[in-house]
Every structure is written in structure tokens, then in C-alpha cells.
Nanobody
Framework: QVQLVESGGGLVQTGGSLRLSCAAS????????MGWFRQAPGKEREFVAFISWSGSSTYYADFVKGRFTISRDNAKNTVYLQMNTLEPEDTAVYYCAAAKDVGFMRLTTSYDYWGQGTQVTVSS
């Protein structure tokens, strides 16, 4: 079992930065692949970023365009999402999730544990 708690969201102006954190509990965290997703009002939840259990492999949605960086610290049971050059289109609730052993990383169905989400609002 893995429990996930996100933090670090807030209100920021266009061009600003935020660092999201996802604290995990559970002994299996260090062996879990992890992902970040986001959901804007009226839209489906969409993939943002993915990191392998060791942190050696990362993948991003095309819209990230090099602005976001996913990382993890297994000693602290925490995954991070550094977001720079934020745009109003990035406004959404951001969720971290723990991936199942198999599955396509961009699909929500490939993840079996989710946090409660943290709101990110980017003003223009």
C-alpha cells in the first residue's frame, strides 16, 4: 500500500515557478515508478511527467517543452515536479501517482495509487 500527499501548489504569475512535492508512505515507494498528472476544470486528467524507480529515466508530455523537471529522493520517499516558465494554460489540479508494475506510463489506468491533488493557478 502507498499513500501519497502532494504539496507546493499555489497562485503564481505568468513566467513564475513552483516546486511540487509528493510525499509517499509505504515500504514499496523506492521500487515504484511514479508519475505526475494534471486536471483542469472540464477536462480529462492528463499525463505530465514520469520517473523510473531509480530516477535514471524520465519522460514528459510534449506541452512541457523543457519547462518542467521531475525528480525523486528515495531516501525521503518524495517525488518532485519543478515547474518553470508557467503559463495560464498550466492552471490545474496536479496529482502524483504510483505506477503499477506494468502499463503505459501516459495512461491513468497504469497507476493504482493517487494523491489528493494540489491546485496550481497561473495568472496572466
Amino acid at each position: 500500500q502507498v499513500q501519497l500527499v502532494e504539496s507546493g501548489g499555489g497562485l503564481v504569475q505568468t513566467g513564475g515557478s513552483l516546486r511540487l512535492s509528493c510525499a509517499a508512505s509505504g515500504r514499496s515507494f523506492s521500487t515504484r515508478r511514479m508519475g505526475w498528472f494534471r486536471q483542469a476544470p472540464g477536462k480529462e486528467r492528463e499525463f505530465v511527467a514520469f520517473i523510473s524507480w531509480s530516477g535514471s529515466s524520465t519522460y514528459y508530455a510534449d506541452f512541457v517543452k523543457g519547462r518542467f523537471t521531475i525528480s525523486r529522493d528515495n531516501a525521503k520517499n518524495t517525488v518532485y515536479l519543478q515547474m518553470n516558465t508557467l503559463e495560464p494554460e498550466d492552471t490545474a489540479v496536479y496529482y502524483c501517482a504510483a505506477a503499477k508494475d506494468v502499463g503505459f506510463m501516459r495512461l491513468t489506468t497504469s497507476y493504482d495509487y493517487w494523491g489528493q491533488g494540489t491546485q496550481v493557478t497561473v495568472s496572466s
